[in-house]
């Protein structure tokens, strides 16, 4: 029983076109984020979500939209996709504890390749 | 805000020797600090953590973690590596009592030769 799942795996798309990437967790948290791991596999935030409020927004451009309908689910749609889109992106989610949060648990990535 | 430093982009040992996959950290205080292993492919999947106590940490697959905070370090260790450990490593760190974000450093690739 997966415990953070992401769908797609894989999406290969056109410039300019819009997609979204689904998330979902079982684990009960109240945190869930989306991360993306560039070429050079490096990670950074994009966007958290706590008990399906925006907490954290660094500085993604707004072609880039989360939406968390309930605590256990967070999509990412993007509009008007470009080539530097293209990268692999992490949905993720934690539990908020006192001073601060557990540790986060990673889906299997969504490959996003823009042609 | 915290940063991560891992030195080394990749690291080459011999099935069966020791390794040690080194990580700096700046951060005010003492921060919540974790290593998650990256396979191919796959998602990230968490080594170990470190939160308070002691300050050698104990995580899957036979590796250990030292917080060492006068040298803001938090280096990962195991003593014989296996062929399977070949993967890229990450450290990251994580605020108290602030922002929920994890900040990564930049990986290291292990390559496990036979």
């Known amino acids: 029983d997966t415990a953070v799942s992401q769908t797609p795996k894989y999406l290969v798309t056109q410039m300019g076109n819009d997609k979204s990437i689904k998330c979902e967790q079982n684990l009960g948290h109240d945190t869930m984020y989306w991360y993306k791991q560039d070429s050079k596999k490096f990670l950074k935030i994009m966007f958290s979500y706590n008990n399906k409020e925006l907490i954290i927004n660094e500085t993604v451009p707004n072609r880039f939209s989360p939406k968390s309908p309930d605590k256990a689910h967070l999509n990412l749609h993007i509009n008007s996709l470009e080539l530097g889109d293209s990268a692999v992106y992490f949905c993720?989610?934690?539990?908020?504890?006192?001073?601060?949060?557990?540790?986060?648990?990673f889906g299997q990535g969504t490959r996003l390749t823009v042609v | 805000a915290q940063s991560v430093t891992q030195p080394d982009i990749h690291i080459t040992v011999s099935e069966g020797a020791s390794l040690e996959l080194r990580c700096n950290y700046s951060?005010?205080?003492?921060?919540?600090l974790f290593w998650y292993v990256q396979s191919p492919g796959q998602g990230l999947q968490l080594l170990l953590k470190y939160f308070s106590g002691d300050t050698l940490v104990q995580g899957i697959k036979g590796f250990e973690a030292e917080f060492k905070r006068s040298q803001s370090s938090f280096n990962l260790r195991k003593p014989s590596v296996h062929w399977s450990d070949a993967a890229e490593y990450f450290c990251a760190v994580g605020a108290r009592g602030g922002s929920e974000k994890l900040v990564f450093g930049k990986g290291t690739k292990l390559t496990v030769n036979p």
């Open positions: 993720a989610s934690s539990q908020e504890i006192v001073g601060g949060h557990t540790e986060a648990f």
């Open positions: 951060y005010g205080a003492t921060p919540y």
